[in-house]
């Protein structure tokens, strides 16, 4: 037998072997490869030291064996028929085809790949056996030679078990109901529309379940980090303590995740009823936007961790554990209960019962029915609407907002303020307060209160009666001739004409009432101080008159302060101060006052600050301060209301650092490539909103936190530079996505396949054409950049069967008068994922940009836009440019096909490919897709739309808009 020695004196593996014969060796020399090569003699020996790498043999035909030696890492095909196999010691890939195979991996880190994807064959799996049902095909593996399985089935019923392989392990299982059991390796799992049952240990696996509606999956694991993508059927998900992401479809699934343990999760859910349970760490869970999805959400109840909420628009029943959470409820009917920690919770039209069992809570409960609120003790901000709501705070010093509606406030121990505001209503309002035996109580507006010590009332337009207690309290009747008598306290009481006012007194006189005439013009004062401090303003030419008594102080057009919500107020009175006081406490300048309002601090010099309290907005307390010169003035204060950016959870792919100098990926910046600093470009994943957070954690250690912008979102990348490090030294930069919600994660690409239907009129440099005549070259007009060249086009067929099968699939039409008066040639037909251009003052003030883009099926809240039932059947097309881009579509502004991860998944294989071909860089890993407005999903996009429909707005504003 003889050694043919590679590359010399023979050339090449196919050389040496053509002068070999059978049992023959073919040594390779170090740092030789790579080759491809047939193997045409049986029972040959190749062999190789580990640096000879890139050697690919594949098993002729009639050969029955090879074996391989030394440590060279070479992967073998086998020939489709009965193949013996022997590995080395390197780390080698051999594959299966059919045939009754041997394999023995050898002593390397080696993988077996069973292909049998083209074949609809059952597969039986364990770690030492393989066998195909039907077939006469099987795999004989030496017992722990192989460490990792490729496994690749078709359409039939697998089963594989591989429990005693702790590797690192991937499936796609094809269309079939497949079981899998593993062991505790880092897994990849891809599933089809079958249903599949998976069981795997504690390593980090990643799993898609296809997208199929059938399959009804079961998925068991262990503590390890999973990330899993389910399928529109019915997944049942039972996972350990890990940190998981998961994203399942819109079937009805139960999710068990975490048990007692305190991993971090973020769960997305579809539109289906899903029933979720976590235990007890830093939960974010999205429970999907459909109507139908009455969702069941618990932590664990011992549970610290923060939790994130996003409730759907059905009847959701949200119980969480003792950690602050921040719950979007929807617009269902909710039942929410949380623990002792601090809670933000939000909720729309539904009749909600809301239970904060303890902590500091802002509570802002639907106004489309009459709400349960109950509290703990804390410091609570609960705001109500018009209806007979039942509000029960416990002890703390609270704040109730409410609107009326003949509903029940009770207060308990502390300090409780009650905010109302009759100013929409034409007819008068009276209320009383009642003090017996240090019980406040009374009506105000047929709303009936118990326990609260301090008001603030506006009136109506009518002829208002409003009497308060002995808190600081203020009143404003608002238009007519109202009556305001307010109690002990100092208190700030809004005048005008035709009021009666009074302001009371304390025992001995030591409050300070302010009347405040904003706006009445001239006028002549009589005021009487020593005459129970009473008088009279009368305006000029017989315009009425405003009498007063027990008023320590007449301010005229008082100005008021206003902060944004969460912002800090930082101002200058402009004297020096002595003494302040807030409600009816006094403080020495420089103290700082803290209330449930927020924390107030006046200094010697009548500088100030104000912060308010997280989430809370509304007037601020009662506020006077007293100069050197014993002169009292008032401070008045507004905190104003913000638009709530929608909580999102992140899920997917981390941001994408890449270090600019290291051209050639190396991972090593050589001099030639080093020029001044070192450029760092961190491509934000897809999921990444406007209002996140960017960690940057620089070379030094340090961490530098970059607030995103709509800007940013739309260049899809942040660029940095540092310092170089000095020679033989590393320089590493790593960048992580917060949510708003306070959710740390990764972001995903959540966009979707767009497309055309057949006939929509597209602008192009030779007038307008039908999209099917479209062909790739033509010119298209964009809104941007003008004509651009029309690189790919895609057409998918769907008949009146699949869409019966698939109402997720029919079209959406949007009527031309919708998006504008003046816009569009006929009604706009488009796919439900196919976003139009919205050009909008109202986006302006929710996103801060005037331009957006939303998918057609999150405007259906809009009359005029309809789901095309009247379709049987329908063909998208699909066009493509070198980037992402507005086109005009019968004259409406809409998007070009936008190639996220989503999108790419939901094109044919065939699409793809030719879409890879142009552009290359589409099929990477790390590819992050750059739209070319900010694209606004999910319930933001559909408060958008609300907004359009209920102030009858269309949506497009400016005429650039319309091409």
Known sequence: MSILSVPSPYATVADAMAAASTGDTISLAAGYGPEVVIVTLDNITITGPASATGIDLTIGAGVTGLTLDGEAPINVTDSGTDDIITGNSGDNIITVTGGADVVDGGAGDDWLVLDYSGSAVTVSATTTSISFAGSPGTVTIAPNSIEHFLVLTGGGTDTITLTTADGDNYFDTGEGASTVTVGSGDNVFVGGSGIDTLTFGNGDNSINLGYGTNGANTLTGGSGNNTILGSDGIDTVTLGGGNNRIEVGDGANTLSIGGTFNGNNVIIGGSGIDTITVGGGNNCIDAGWGTAGANTITSSATGTGTNSILGGEGIDTITLGNGDSYIAAGGGDNTITTGTGDSFITADNGIDTITAMGGDNVIEAGTGGINTVTTGIGNDVVETGNAADIITTGAGNDIIKDLGGGGTLTGAAGHDRIIMDFSAS??????????????????????????????????????????????????????GADTLTAGGGSDVIYGTVGDVIAGGEDAGGGDNDVLVLNGLGDGTLEYDVGNNENGTFTLNAGGGSISFTGIESIVFNADMITTPEDTTLVGDLGVTVSTFQVGNNTYSAGQTVVRTEGELTINVDGSYTFAPAPNYNGPAPVISYTDSANVTASLFIEVTAMDEMTPHCLTGEAP?????????????????????????????????????????????GTTTDVTLTVDDIIAGKIL???????????????????????????????????????????????????????????????????????????????????????????????????????????????????????????????????????????????????????????????????????????????????????????????????????????????????????????????????RHQNNDKHLLDDQRAYG
């Open 720 to 946: 940095v530079d540092f310092e170089p490090p000095a020679v033989d030294e590393t320089i590493t930069v790593s960048a992580a996505v917060t949510s708003i919600v306070g959710t740390s994660g990764t972001g995903t690409d959540s966009a979707t396949v767009v497309c055309f239907v057949l006939g929509t009129l597209i602008a192009t440099a030779g007038g307008e054409i039908p999209v099917e005549h479209l062909k790739v070259g033509d010119l298209v007009q964009t809104r941007d950049r003008g004509l651009q060249p029309l690189r790919w086009t895609g057409r998918r067929d769907v008949d009146a069967s699949e869409l019966s099968e698939n109402e997720n699939l029919r079209p959406i039409r949007i009527r031309k008068d919708v998006i504008s008066a003046g816009c569009g040639v006929g009604d706009l037909v488009v796919s439900p994922q196919h976003r139009v251009l919205i050009t909008s003052k109202v986006a302006q003030r929710m996103f801060g940009n005037t331009e957006v883009l939303i998918s057609a099926k999150q405007l259906l809240a809009i009359d005029g836009v309809d789901i095309a039932v009247d379709v049987e059947d329908v063909t998208y097309f699909h066009i493509l440019f070198d980037q992402h881009e507005i086109v005009y579509a019968d004259g409406v502004p809409s998007e070009s096909l936008y190639l996220g991860k989503e999108a790419q998944k939901s094109l044919s294989a065939a699409g793809r490919e030719e879409i890879h071909a142009l552009f290359p860089e589409t099929a990477s890993p790390t590819f992050v897709a750059t739209s070319c407005r900010p694209i606004i999903q999910g319930k933001r996009a559909r408060k958008l739309a609300l």
């Open 656 to 700: 994408t650092v890449t270090i600019t100098e290291d051209a050639n990926n190396d991972g090593d910046i050589n001099e030639a490539e080093l020029i001044g600093r070192v450029n760092v470009q961190i491509a934000l994943p897809g999921g990444a909103f406007a209002g996140d957070t960017l960690t940057i954690t620089n070379p030094d």
């Open 426 to 479: 034409s007819g008068g309002v009276t209320t009383t307060a009642v003090n017996v035996a240090g019980t406040y109580s009374g009506l105000v507006g047929g709303t009936s209160y118990t326990g609260i010590e301090e008001f603030h009332i506006t009136g109506s337009g009518g002829g208002d009666i409003i009497t308060t207690g002995a808190g600081a309290d203020v009143l404003d009747g608002g238009h």
